[in-house]
């Protein structure tokens, strides 16, 4: 008699699934993932929710330097022989989160290509990412650092849509990530929204004015220092 076949791996289905190595977990707001200095010992995948990524320097100058969202992974330093924790994640809304740990995120990688293939997919997005944040950094005002942070953040397409940043990120967050102050950001949040790109409706809501302004280095936005 035929032996039945194997069903197809979804790595979706694994992610979502409590299992050997795994954990499904819930975070409050403001909750803390990890803290920097913490054993790194297990990979996260977030199911839903947002994550804020901050690193405190010696001096005790806290920054945030990321913002993860739904279908991303985090913590994957522990699999490059990272022993501790180099940042601190915090909730920055209600997020349910998978736990894998080191060893079990290892046997996985080796046992399906659709799980590593996703993984892979997820490594080179982020490596781009952090590419495109370096040059952003070295290269463009703190207006259109700012306005490429927002339309990130909308996760803006080229539809034409208007987008809401799901979680509420406050001014000073905004500040750290594009590296400038809160009264700039003020400043040019008070610009923009005069200038039609975003509107206060609760949340912020994103307009494809400025992903337009941002595309084609219209006039209204310009250099400032």
């Known amino acids: 008699m035929p032996k039945a076949a194997k069903s197809a791996f979804d790595p979706k289905l694994f992610l979502a699934k409590v299992g050997q190595g795994k954990a499904i977990l819930k975070f409050a707001k403001n909750q803390v993932v990890f803290s920097q200095g913490d054993a790194a010992d297990a990979v996260f995948y977030i199911q839903k929710g947002r994550i804020k990524v901050l690193v405190v320097s010696e001096q005790g100058k806290e920054a945030v330097v990321g913002i993860m969202e739904p279908g991303q992974f985090f913590g994957e330093g522990c699999l490059n022989g990272h022993p501790l924790r180099i940042s601190t994640t915090v909730a920055m809304e ?21 799980f590593s293939e996703l993984f892979m997919g997820y490594l080179l997005s982020r490596n781009s990412r952090i590419e495109e944040d370096l040059i952003d950094q070295l290269f463009n005002s703190s207006e259109k650092r700012l306005a490429r942070l927002l339309l990130l953040l909308a996760n803006f397409g080229t539809d034409g849509a208007t987008q809401p940043i799901s979680a509420k990120v406050s001014q ?8 400038t102050t809160r009264s700039r ?41």
């Open 185 to 225: 950001v003020s400043f040019f949040m008070n610009k923009f929204r005069k200038l039609g790109f975003i509107s206060y409706n609760g949340k912020i809501e994103v307009h494809s004015s400025l992903l337009n302004a941002v595309l084609y280095d219209k006039p209204e936005i310009v250099r400032d220092d």
């Open 172 to 179: 000073e967050t905004l500040a750290e990530m594009i590296g």
């Open 94 to 114: 209600q997020c349910l989160i998978t736990s894998i740990t080191k060893s079990a995120m290892l046997v996985v990688l080796r046992a399906e290509p659709k």
